[in-house]
């Protein structure tokens, strides 16, 4: 689902970001025919994700720059792996190395943190996903790292689905009724997604419950008892996803409630770059 123009946007961003008028510590002391061997080293253990990125971020800015890639997207590696070689000249190497980097630091980060939450959930039928809350400009990058942790995606923007939460139902009147009037225009691929923060507003969609109006009933911030409660209140009419604040000692004892989906922000709002360098020797 990563397409290469997607990535190439995203690099071409940043490596014009990172250096607008060129590498001037390169162009100043390193030799125009200077070439550059490098590994790219795992200092930590974590699951791989990036392998396309890193290749393009690395090849941009001189095509003759050759990437090998040792690891696949989802690969799990311990610490001293090598999971990319590199070599071309080396004032490209230097330049789209940090870009490179931030890039598949970032992307490995998350997906080894996905893989801790999936694992947590094993067996227990319940599927983690992200949210919207990614870094503004790298939703699509960050969201296939989920996928290589073994997590799945929500829907990608606001024009993907219809999801109803507490700011809309604030100001809509009669959330019955607009239920079923968007089922009744809406194309009949389109997912209807409702939050409630409360039991009680289970018992005001009953009626949408029953007409099938909502595909998916989110849990916000519910205790564990009431998202027990709420999934035998939904009774299967819809998919129950729990949210909110939900961490990784949290995490399993949400999923033995019996919901359906459980959406993790800290998947990409708050994760953690996994260590990963560039060692390089120039000849």
């Known amino acids: 689902m990563l397409e290469r123009r997607q990535i190439q946007r995203v690099v071409d961003l940043a490596l014009d970001e990172d250096a607008p008028f060129g590498d001037l510590t390169s162009q100043t002391l390193v030799p125009e025919t200077a070439v550059a061997r490098a590994d790219l080293v795992a200092r930590e253990p974590g699951v791989f994700a990036g392998a396309e990125v890193f290749e393009i971020a690395m090849t941009t800015l001189d095509p003759s720059v050759k990437v090998t890639l040792e690891a696949s997207d989802g690969d799990r590696f311990d610490t001293g792996a090598v999971l990319a070689h590199v070599e071309g000249p080396a ?17 490995t980060g998350i997906a080894t943190l996905t893989a801790t939450y999936v694992e947590a959930v094993a067996g227990t039928g319940a599927r ?38 507490d700011n809309h139902l604030a100001v809509i009147p009669d959330l019955t009724a607009a239920l079923r009037q968007a089922k009744a ?15 009680e507003q289970l018992e005001q969609l009953e009626a949408v419950l029953d007409s099938g109006a ?3 009933i989110m849990l916000d911030n519910f205790s564990l008892d009431d998202l027990r409660t709420g ?6 009419r819809a998919l129950v996803e729990a949210s909110g ?6 995490i399993a004892a949400v999923a033995r ?27």
């Open 91 to 107: 004032r490209a190497v230097l330049q789209a190395e940090r870009v490179a980097l931030n890039f598949v630091q970032r992307m």
């Open 128 to 165: 983690v996903v992200d949210t919207r809350k990614t870094t503004p400009g790298l939703r699509a990058l960050e969201r296939h790292a989920v996928r290589c942790g073994g997590g799945h995606n929500h829907r990608y923007s606001l024009s993907d689905a219809v999801m109803a939460k």
């Open 185 to 199: 225009d809406l194309p009949h691929t389109t997912h209807i997604e409702v939050e409630v923060d409360r039991l």
């Open 214 to 216: 909502a595909g998916t």
């Open 231 to 236: 999934v035998a209140t939904i009774a299967g």
């Open 245 to 250: 604040g939900i961490t990784l000692d949290t």
């Open 257 to 283: 409630t019996g919901v359906d989906v459980i959406s993790v922000g800290a998947l990409t709002h708050s994760v953690r770059a996994l260590d990963l360098g560039l060692d390089i020797t120039v000849s």
